[in-house]
């Protein structure tokens, strides 16, 4: 009887599934980089902390050039969380694991430098009246774009100038901008506003449930976000270096 009371408890396992984006590299792999470093240079924040797949099923490689090319990528930071597709000879300790049976979500769409199609935006929030704009430049600025839809886990929306969410951004879901983002319902996915270095952006919420916030490279995980804020309007700016957070209400 003793034994059995004191005996511990066993480890629960569990699956779980969760949305990553799958690169399909092609060879010859400097020039595929090169098309990888004009993506990313389009948008500063497409990477960033986003779980990345390697699908290299059909490619004529050896063990030494996946290895080469997952250290590209690393010092990159695309983070490769498992590898597609490869022969079992190709893998090993100093490689991320092999996966397969992943289930298509569709295509991505990468971002764009052609400008989006411009839209009256709203009336600002009450509470965001005492806020002071961010600057623009004069010239060439990027046209604004309106979300009239709720975005979807799964869905990522890109732009260069700001971006005007009129519904909520579910977990699993991501807006990216150049410029400011604001969103009038809830966010629990990603915001990553100033991603074309832009550090006067700013990110603002009717309620605050995020998985992530970023400005120009500076970032916030929900974990490290401010327990006062949660569940609450809130606003992120950039004080110089230092990413700041405040409430609304």
């Not at 389009?42 to 290299?56: E, H, I, N, Q, Y």
């Not at 059909?58 to 090319?69: C, F, H, K, M, T």
């Not at 590209?72 to 969380?81: A, D, E, P, S």
């Not at 550090?199 to 500076?218: H, N, P, Q, S, T």
Request: net charge negative; charged share 20%; with cysteine.
């Amino acid at each position: 009887m003793t034994a059995v009371l004191t005996q511990p408890r066993p480890i629960r396992l569990k699956g779980r599934s969760y949305l990553a984006l799958t690169l399909t590299p092609e060879l010859p792999f400097e020039d595929w980089l090169v098309r990888l470093d004009d993506l990313a240079g389009r948008s500063a924040g497409f990477f960033l902390r986003r779980p990345v797949v390697l699908d290299v099923e059909g490619l004529e490689i050896d063990r030494a050039q996946l290895r080469d090319l997952v250290g590209k990528l690393g010092t990159r930071n695309v983070r490769i969380m498992g590898i597609e597709g490869a022969r079992p000879s190709m893998l090993g300790a100093d490689l991320p694991p092999a996966m397969s049976g992943g289930k298509a979500t569709g295509d991505i769409e990468e971002p764009t430098a052609a400008p989006t199609k411009e839209a009256p935006a709203p009336a600002p929030v009450e509470s965001a009246a005492e806020i002071p704009a961010a600057p623009l430049p004069t010239t060439g600025v990027p046209a604004s774009l309106v979300v009239t839809q709720p975005v979807r886990s799964g869905q990522s929306v890109f732009t260069e100038g700001d971006i005007t969410i009129l519904g909520s951004v579910a977990s699993g879901a991501e807006v990216i901008a150049g410029g400011s983002i604001h969103i009038y319902g809830t966010l629990r996915g990603r915001a990553m506003a100033g991603t074309l270095g832009n550090a006067a952006a700013r990110i603002f919420c009717r309620k605050l449930e995020a998985e992530m916030v970023a400005i120009d490279g500076f970032y916030k995980t929900a974990e490290e976000l401010e327990p006062g804020l949660r569940g609450k309007p809130a606003q992120f700016w950039l004080d110089g270096e230092t990413f700041t957070a405040g409430s609304m209400a």
